[in-house]
T-cell receptor, first 112, second 112 residues
Protein backbone atom coordinates (compact mmCIF):
# COMPACT_ATOMS: atom_id res chain seq x y z
CA UNK A 1 0.00 0.00 0.00
CA UNK A 2 1.73 3.17 -1.21
CA UNK A 3 -0.01 5.19 1.52
CA UNK A 4 2.45 3.85 4.10
CA UNK A 5 6.10 4.44 3.33
CA UNK A 6 9.30 3.55 5.14
CA UNK A 7 12.83 4.89 4.81
CA UNK A 8 15.39 3.57 4.32
CA UNK A 9 14.37 0.32 2.62
CA UNK A 10 17.70 -1.32 3.32
CA UNK A 11 20.41 -0.41 5.81
CA UNK A 12 23.69 -2.00 6.79
CA UNK A 13 25.34 -0.65 9.90
CA UNK A 14 27.90 -1.59 12.52
CA UNK A 15 27.52 -2.60 16.13
CA UNK A 16 27.17 0.40 18.42
CA UNK A 17 25.84 2.80 15.80
CA UNK A 18 22.63 4.78 16.31
CA UNK A 19 20.01 4.07 13.67
CA UNK A 20 16.66 5.68 12.90
CA UNK A 21 13.98 4.11 10.79
CA UNK A 22 11.20 6.37 9.59
CA UNK A 23 7.59 5.73 8.72
CA UNK A 24 5.14 8.10 7.07
CA UNK A 25 1.50 7.62 6.15
CA UNK A 26 -1.04 9.55 4.13
CA UNK A 27 -4.02 7.43 5.18
CA UNK A 28 -5.00 9.82 7.95
CA UNK A 29 -4.94 7.01 10.51
CA UNK A 30 -4.50 7.74 14.19
CA UNK A 31 -2.74 4.54 15.11
CA UNK A 32 0.78 3.50 14.15
CA UNK A 33 2.88 0.47 15.01
CA UNK A 34 6.39 -0.90 14.66
CA UNK A 35 6.90 -4.64 14.17
CA UNK A 36 9.94 -6.80 13.78
CA UNK A 37 9.90 -9.90 11.57
CA UNK A 38 12.39 -12.73 12.00
CA UNK A 39 12.19 -16.06 10.13
CA UNK A 40 10.00 -18.50 12.03
CA UNK A 41 9.03 -15.94 14.67
CA UNK A 42 6.29 -14.06 12.88
CA UNK A 43 5.53 -10.40 13.54
CA UNK A 44 6.45 -9.15 16.98
CA UNK A 45 5.31 -5.77 18.23
CA UNK A 46 8.00 -3.31 19.33
CA UNK A 47 6.03 -0.10 20.05
CA UNK A 48 2.68 1.38 19.18
CA UNK A 49 0.99 4.76 19.32
CA UNK A 50 -2.75 5.46 19.31
CA UNK A 51 -2.28 9.20 18.80
CA UNK A 52 0.45 11.83 18.82
CA UNK A 53 0.69 12.00 22.61
CA UNK A 54 0.40 8.27 23.18
CA UNK A 55 3.37 5.86 23.14
CA UNK A 56 3.21 2.27 24.38
CA UNK A 57 5.73 -0.53 24.66
CA UNK A 58 5.08 -3.74 22.86
CA UNK A 59 6.32 -7.26 23.35
CA UNK A 60 9.99 -6.58 22.53
CA UNK A 61 10.76 -2.90 23.25
CA UNK A 62 14.16 -3.36 24.94
CA UNK A 63 16.92 -1.70 22.90
CA UNK A 64 14.46 0.42 20.91
CA UNK A 65 12.82 3.82 21.28
CA UNK A 66 10.23 5.67 19.23
CA UNK A 67 9.05 9.16 18.45
CA UNK A 68 5.65 10.21 17.11
CA UNK A 69 6.49 13.51 15.50
CA UNK A 70 3.06 14.04 13.96
CA UNK A 71 -0.04 12.06 13.19
CA UNK A 72 1.58 10.97 9.96
CA UNK A 73 5.09 10.17 11.22
CA UNK A 74 6.39 7.49 13.57
CA UNK A 75 10.13 6.83 13.91
CA UNK A 76 11.95 3.88 15.44
CA UNK A 77 15.44 4.32 16.87
CA UNK A 78 18.10 1.84 17.84
CA UNK A 79 20.34 3.80 20.20
CA UNK A 80 23.24 1.35 20.00
CA UNK A 81 22.64 -1.33 17.40
CA UNK A 82 23.64 -4.94 18.08
CA UNK A 83 23.80 -7.89 15.66
CA UNK A 84 20.69 -9.62 17.03
CA UNK A 85 18.68 -6.59 15.92
CA UNK A 86 19.28 -7.68 12.35
CA UNK A 87 15.75 -8.20 11.02
CA UNK A 88 13.00 -6.94 8.74
CA UNK A 89 11.12 -4.03 10.32
CA UNK A 90 7.57 -3.10 9.40
CA UNK A 91 5.58 -0.02 10.20
CA UNK A 92 1.80 -0.36 10.19
CA UNK A 93 -1.22 1.89 10.63
CA UNK A 94 -4.86 1.44 11.52
CA UNK A 95 -7.80 3.73 11.85
CA UNK A 96 -9.46 4.50 15.16
CA UNK A 97 -12.44 2.19 15.52
CA UNK A 98 -11.22 -0.21 12.83
CA UNK A 99 -9.21 -3.39 13.10
CA UNK A 100 -7.38 -3.75 9.79
CA UNK A 101 -3.69 -2.93 9.86
CA UNK A 102 -1.96 -1.53 6.77
CA UNK A 103 1.73 -2.30 6.52
CA UNK A 104 4.57 -0.34 4.98
CA UNK A 105 7.02 -1.99 2.57
CA UNK A 106 9.51 -2.84 5.30
CA UNK A 107 13.10 -1.93 6.13
CA UNK A 108 15.74 -4.63 6.04
CA UNK A 109 18.33 -3.83 8.69
CA UNK A 110 21.65 -5.62 8.99
CA UNK A 111 23.89 -4.97 11.99
CA UNK A 112 27.45 -6.21 11.54
CA UNK B 1 -1.72 -11.97 27.43
CA UNK B 2 -2.89 -13.63 24.24
CA UNK B 3 -0.94 -16.55 22.78
CA UNK B 4 -1.52 -17.63 19.17
CA UNK B 5 -0.17 -20.93 17.88
CA UNK B 6 -0.11 -21.55 14.12
CA UNK B 7 0.40 -24.83 12.25
CA UNK B 8 1.95 -26.04 10.11
CA UNK B 9 5.01 -23.85 9.70
CA UNK B 10 5.44 -25.09 6.12
CA UNK B 11 2.83 -26.52 3.77
CA UNK B 12 3.57 -27.86 0.32
CA UNK B 13 0.73 -28.73 -2.07
CA UNK B 14 0.18 -29.41 -5.73
CA UNK B 15 -1.67 -26.87 -7.86
CA UNK B 16 -5.39 -27.51 -7.62
CA UNK B 17 -5.23 -29.10 -4.17
CA UNK B 18 -6.74 -27.54 -1.06
CA UNK B 19 -4.67 -26.05 1.75
CA UNK B 20 -5.64 -25.65 5.39
CA UNK B 21 -3.78 -23.60 8.00
CA UNK B 22 -4.83 -23.84 11.63
CA UNK B 23 -4.46 -21.44 14.57
CA UNK B 24 -5.35 -21.68 18.23
CA UNK B 25 -5.62 -18.84 20.70
CA UNK B 26 -5.68 -18.62 24.47
CA UNK B 27 -7.65 -15.50 25.43
CA UNK B 28 -11.41 -16.11 25.48
CA UNK B 29 -11.90 -12.32 25.18
CA UNK B 30 -10.51 -12.35 21.62
CA UNK B 31 -13.25 -11.63 19.11
CA UNK B 32 -11.48 -10.57 15.91
CA UNK B 33 -9.38 -12.94 13.80
CA UNK B 34 -7.66 -11.61 10.67
CA UNK B 35 -5.48 -13.45 8.18
CA UNK B 36 -2.62 -11.70 6.37
CA UNK B 37 -0.76 -12.86 3.28
CA UNK B 38 2.85 -11.89 2.69
CA UNK B 39 4.30 -12.61 -0.73
CA UNK B 40 8.06 -12.91 -1.06
CA UNK B 41 9.70 -9.53 -0.55
CA UNK B 42 6.36 -7.80 0.00
CA UNK B 43 4.41 -6.43 2.94
CA UNK B 44 1.70 -8.39 4.79
CA UNK B 45 -1.80 -7.64 3.49
CA UNK B 46 -5.17 -8.57 4.93
CA UNK B 47 -6.94 -11.23 2.88
CA UNK B 48 -9.87 -12.18 5.09
CA UNK B 49 -11.08 -11.76 8.65
CA UNK B 50 -13.80 -13.10 10.90
CA UNK B 51 -15.49 -11.92 14.05
CA UNK B 52 -16.69 -14.08 16.88
CA UNK B 53 -20.37 -13.65 16.03
CA UNK B 54 -20.00 -15.81 12.90
CA UNK B 55 -18.65 -19.30 12.39
CA UNK B 56 -17.54 -19.12 8.77
CA UNK B 57 -16.77 -16.55 6.11
CA UNK B 58 -15.96 -17.08 2.44
CA UNK B 59 -14.41 -14.96 -0.27
CA UNK B 60 -14.06 -16.77 -3.57
CA UNK B 61 -11.44 -19.50 -3.05
CA UNK B 62 -10.61 -18.64 0.54
CA UNK B 63 -12.64 -19.24 3.67
CA UNK B 64 -12.11 -18.93 7.37
CA UNK B 65 -13.83 -20.97 10.07
CA UNK B 66 -13.98 -20.21 13.78
CA UNK B 67 -14.71 -22.47 16.73
CA UNK B 68 -14.91 -20.25 19.81
CA UNK B 69 -15.56 -23.12 22.17
CA UNK B 70 -12.34 -24.84 21.16
CA UNK B 71 -10.53 -21.52 20.61
CA UNK B 72 -9.33 -22.33 17.14
CA UNK B 73 -9.76 -20.89 13.66
CA UNK B 74 -8.60 -22.03 10.26
CA UNK B 75 -7.88 -20.69 6.79
CA UNK B 76 -9.00 -22.82 3.86
CA UNK B 77 -7.78 -22.24 0.32
CA UNK B 78 -9.38 -24.30 -2.43
CA UNK B 79 -8.10 -24.92 -5.97
CA UNK B 80 -4.67 -23.57 -5.05
CA UNK B 81 -2.66 -21.71 -7.67
CA UNK B 82 1.06 -20.88 -7.81
CA UNK B 83 0.26 -17.26 -6.95
CA UNK B 84 -1.10 -18.47 -3.62
CA UNK B 85 2.49 -19.25 -2.63
CA UNK B 86 3.29 -16.93 0.28
CA UNK B 87 3.60 -16.73 4.04
CA UNK B 88 0.24 -16.58 5.80
CA UNK B 89 -0.18 -15.10 9.29
CA UNK B 90 -3.16 -15.53 11.57
CA UNK B 91 -3.86 -13.12 14.41
CA UNK B 92 -6.26 -12.73 17.32
CA UNK B 93 -7.45 -9.56 19.01
CA UNK B 94 -9.89 -8.69 21.80
CA UNK B 95 -11.19 -5.82 19.71
CA UNK B 96 -10.55 -2.38 18.36
CA UNK B 97 -8.80 -0.97 21.40
CA UNK B 98 -6.33 -3.78 21.48
CA UNK B 99 -3.37 -4.92 19.47
CA UNK B 100 -3.59 -8.20 17.54
CA UNK B 101 -1.25 -11.03 18.50
CA UNK B 102 0.18 -12.78 15.44
CA UNK B 103 0.97 -16.42 14.87
CA UNK B 104 4.44 -17.36 13.63
CA UNK B 105 3.35 -17.80 10.05
CA UNK B 106 2.90 -20.63 7.55
CA UNK B 107 4.93 -20.80 4.37
CA UNK B 108 2.61 -22.17 1.67
CA UNK B 109 4.27 -23.53 -1.46
CA UNK B 110 2.06 -24.42 -4.41
CA UNK B 111 3.83 -26.57 -6.99
CA UNK B 112 2.69 -26.17 -10.63
Amino acid sequence: DADVTQTPRNRITKTGKRIMLECSQTKGHDRMYWYRQDPGLGLRLIYYSFDVKDINKGEISDGYSVSRQAQAKFSLSLESAIPNQTALYFCATSDHGADTQYFGPGTRLTVL
Amino acid sequence: GENVEQHPSTLSVQEGDSAVIKCTYSDSASNYFPWYKQELGKRPQLIIDIRSNVGEKKDQRIAVTLNKTAKHFSLHITETQPEDSAVYFCAASPGRSYIPTFGRGTSLIVHP
